[in-house]
């Protein structure tokens, strides 16, 4: 599990357009890393909403989503909801699971693997500053703001 100050593994992954999107070429501003289970579903709507609204607020901030979902699947739900920040696919979780944000869960009494919704906020050095693991999709703009506000002070 990542800890505040732990270096922020690198990545290189598509966004929904098919772009390669690398960590290592945004550390001009602080990245809001936000891991989601799956594109279109309720929650994960609603915490990508939360986010969106929150950008005009986020000057020095650049908000990046990741799910396991294709580059496909995340465009279509760009679409609908004009998120304005890159979505990245992960397809077999590799970078889930660097992050320690991947792995065993219920559903309706069902067991199985998968992305836990988290949020992490890195430095532009590259650090991780803040992590908020199994983070409600309401509370993540929410703790966002607060964070940015304290760390702003």
Same mark, same amino acid.
């Given at each position: 599990?990542? @800890? +505040?100050?732990? =270096?922020?593994?690198?990545?290189?992954?598509?966004?929904?357009?098919?772009?390669?999107?690398?960590?290592?070429?945004?550390?001009?501003? =602080? /990245?809001?890393? !936000?891991?989601?289970?799956?594109? *279109?579903?309720?929650?994960?709507?609603? @915490?990508?909403?939360?986010?969106?609204?929150?950008?005009?607020?986020?000057?020095? +901030?650049?908000?990046? *989503? /990741?799910?396991?979902?294709?580059?496909?699947? @995340?465009?279509?739900?760009?679409?609908?909801? *004009? !998120? @304005?920040?890159?979505?990245?696919?992960?397809?077999?979780?590799?970078?889930?699971?660097?992050?320690? +944000? !991947? *792995?065993?869960?219920?559903?309706?009494?069902?067991?199985?693997?998968? /992305?836990?919704?988290?949020?992490?906020?890195? &430095?532009?050095?590259?650090?991780?500053?803040?992590?908020?693991? #199994? /983070? &409600?999709? #309401?509370?993540?703009?929410?703790?966002?703001?607060?964070?940015?506000? =304290?760390?702003?002070?």
């Amino acid at each position: 599990m990542l @800890q +505040v100050g732990d =270096r922020a593994p690198a990545f290189t992954l598509l966004d929904q357009k098919g772009n390669k999107w690398r960590l290592t070429e945004h550390k001009k501003k =602080r /990245i809001a890393l !936000f891991f989601y289970p799956k594109a *279109g579903t309720g929650g994960c709507t609603e @915490q990508a909403i939360g986010l969106r609204n929150l950008l005009p607020e986020l000057t020095n +901030v650049t908000v990046v *989503g /990741i799910s396991a979902d294709s580059p496909a699947k @995340q465009a279509a739900w760009d679409e609908k909801h *004009g !998120f @304005q920040f890159p979505l990245l696919s992960d397809p077999e979780s590799k970078i889930a699971k660097k992050y320690g +944000v !991947f *792995g065993p869960k219920k559903l309706y009494g069902r067991e199985y693997e998968g /992305i836990t919704r988290s949020l992490f906020l890195i &430095s532009a050095a590259g650090r991780v500053e803040r992590s908020w693991i #199994k /983070i &409600s999709p #309401k509370a993540t703009s929410i703790e966002l703001a607060s964070a940015l506000e =304290r760390l702003n002070d």
